[in-house]
């Protein structure tokens, strides 16, 4: 196969464009493809101050690259979830990638923040590991780039990422969050007048135009250094059976996940604009007691957000007696 | 495993509904779904004169089976596609259901009536085996019932078929089709006063609420011989690869399949349903010139429907001088 630009021997194939690349066209390609997507959505401009979520994986730092790249004013945030081994060498990796690109890095560690680890938590509440880690990522994502005045915040979240949330979504017909599910989010405000201010900041995600093959192709042509092992607490994570499923059928046909998620962004997402506007329970959003992030008001009841209340629930069975929170502890063991 | 109604030794075991059953009630169970189905959806009456589509496999028979005991008043209708021995079986095994239960049958054959069998259509106009098929099935069951005089067209599609049909609707988001696929579609009456008359028959799906492994323990229970081999022209059909792909969603999580669908039906169809009532281009519905039939009126030219196109380009290259047909044929050969 020839490169589709140069005619030179092609090191990468998309087969979704019917395409061919060679190093320098594909890295190109796949800039490309990012600033097309930032442009097309809207999602930010050179002077804004973007903070970029870093795992340490290919999607978060090949990104990191390519905005620097484009020109970006992007800092790196990793936030260190406690997760053994596989949280050191990712948190050493974004350091390292920080400190060879001259990068802006903040490094925030949610045992300091709130004193336990995404395990920890998971073992405290009984909660599946992937939903406290999505719980506390998004809220620290959201609080440090508030607290250190950031614009925008940027995530690795791929094709490939989407389509499997966008499955997710339709096959149990989540109206709210497909009313939700844009490659960019706007800032939520809370209050009026002179009490306004942002609760929410702006997410974007410029990698939804390229899969994690292609992301995992650019990282490695860039040698770029990324973890490469999986969290080791997302085995049977249903997310991966639906990638799983939708690649199966990418496999047969081509297109298939662009086809997907752009359509829906196309011709079906404003069909479901009003259920992430307006819950059918006409609930009310407003500041979390606690913290004052925005949360939904379900009853008359004092209003904590799911953070909080989760936080509060971790806090006190860790500072139980030891017989009952070690019984709790073994039920619902990882 | 015990059965949930008598605690006797369980023959079937539904994982969805978490229930085992004995002989009598899981067949009591079946009948239950396609008498909820028909309610819940109202779909016919008992004083409504029903033809349902019999093409000699489990899902009909079963359905055929089920509506007699449940007293509707159902004539069996077998259209001869012409493919072969598979054919000629699925016929013979329709025409022993019927006297065995003293049932009504009528049969008609594609190429008695149209001069071109399903395998000869797909060859001389270079349309997918599938595609053809399905053209001839809707157009031939609607003018059967038209003219028998028939207030529904009853089809044996099962929960499967309809969540295989979802998913490609789904994955390519095809919003026409989204506005219009439930278990029920009403007649459709072309021409006002005087000259209205019903154009497209009432089309009702009973077997919306079981799985195809449940239509086809239900008839290997009751003793029905239907036939087993699958058409010889599906393979690599793509609704094949949508239904192993929820198949392998709903073996990790029984429930899958009727969730997607009837989550569907309860919180998604309205918002689809402008898009199956007003098309984007404000296309109008007239009679097909050549036939009567409803058919959508793109420009300003004659408008005929896509089954007497598609005859008439069939009929003209079976007539053509042989060469040039020949090359025809060897290129769009199944």
Redesign the interface.
Same mark, same amino acid.
């Given at each position: 196969m020839k490169c589709k630009v140069c005619r030179e021997h092609a090191v990468v194939d998309i087969r979704r464009h019917n395409a061919g690349f060679c190093q320098d066209h594909f890295l190109e390609h796949t800039r490309n493809q990012v600033a097309r997507a930032i442009k097309e959505f809207k999602m930010f401009r050179t002077d804004d101050r973007l903070l970029l979520a870093v795992s340490g994986g290919k999607d978060s730092l090949a990104l990191w690259d390519i905005l620097i790249d484009l020109g970006y004013d992007v800092t790196g945030f990793y936030l260190d979830l406690g997760i053994g081994g596989y949280s050191n060498r990712s948190k050493a990796l974004s350091i390292s990638f920080a400190e060879e690109h001259s990068a802006k890095l903040i490094v925030r560690s949610i045992e300091s923040e709130h004193g336990f680890t995404v395990p920890e938590l998971s073992a405290l509440t009984g909660r599946v590991p992937c939903s406290g880690c999505g719980l506390n990522k998004r809220y620290e994502f959201n609080r440090a780039a508030l607290e250190e005045g950031f614009e925008v915040l940027v995530t690795g979240h791929n094709l490939d990422d989407e389509v499997a949330t966008l499955f997710g979504n339709?096959?149990?017909?989540n *109206?709210e969050m497909l009313g939700r599910q844009m490659p960019v989010l706007n800032e939520r405000i809370l209050g009026e007048g002179n009490d306004a201010r942002v609760a929410l900041v702006r997410k974007a995600k410029p990698l939804v135009k390229l899969t994690e093959r292609e992301t995992a192709a650019y990282a490695l042509l860039r040698g770029i250094d990324y973890v490469i092992e999986e969290c080791p607490m997302v085995e049977g994570n *249903?997310q991966h =059976?639906?990638k799983h499923?939708?690649t &199966?059928?990418e496999e @047969? @046909?081509p297109g *298939?996940k662009s &086809? #997907?998620y752009a359509? #829906?962004l =196309?011709?079906?997402a404003d =069909? #479901?604009r009003d259920a992430a506007e307006d819950p059918e329970d006409q609930t009310e959003v407003v500041a979390c007691i606690s913290c004052g992030a925005p949360t939904v008001r379900r009853d008359s009841h004092e209003s904590r957000c799911s953070f909080c209340k989760t936080k509060a629930l971790a806090t006190k069975r860790k500072t139980e007696p030891a017989p009952r929170h070690a019984a709790r502890r073994g039920k619902s063991g990882a």
């Open positions: 339709v096959l149990h017909w *109206t *249903t =059976r639906y499923a939708i &199966q059928l @047969s @046909s *298939t &086809q #997907f359509g #829906f =196309r011709k079906a =069909r #479901f």
